[in-house]
Structures are given as C-alpha cells and as structure tokens.
C-alpha cells in the first residue's frame, strides 16, 4: 500500500492510501500458478494468467 499526503490549497492535508496500480494482480498469479501446476505448459499459464479470477473460479469449481 501506498500513501500519500495531499495538501489542499487552504493548507489542510489529507493521507491518501493507494494499492499497487502496476503489476500483475494476486488472481492472475494465483491462475497462473495453478494452470502451470494443473497443466505444465507456459503458454496456457499465460492465457490464465489474463484472466485471472475468472480461471481460479472455474478451476475450484471444475476440479475440487
């Protein structure tokens, strides 16, 4: 997390908490990670990777 302090022009602050805005998300390396494991190709790894949640939804439901 990051933060950040905003001084408003009557002098007033203000801290401003922000996430990571680059980088890949926790869901996209948890597809990722899981369609390595599940399937041992780089490509479809990848291809999971974009989507991200959407992969790691379908796999708990598909396979456990």
């Given amino acids: ?11 007033s602050k203000k801290v401003v908490r922000r996430t990571v805005e680059k980088g890949i998300s926790f869901g996209s390396a948890l597809a990722m ?4 494991v599940t399937w041992k190709s780089v490509l479809w790894a990848v ?11 379908y ?3 598909r396979y456990r």
Avoid: A, N
């Fill in 33 to 36: 990670v899981i369609s390595f």
């Fill in 47 to 57: 291809i999971h990777g974009l989507f991200g949640w959407f992969y790691v939804i």
């Fill in 59 to 61: 796999f708990l439901i």
């Fill in 1 to 11: 997390m990051i933060e950040e302090i905003e001084v408003k022009s009557d002098g």
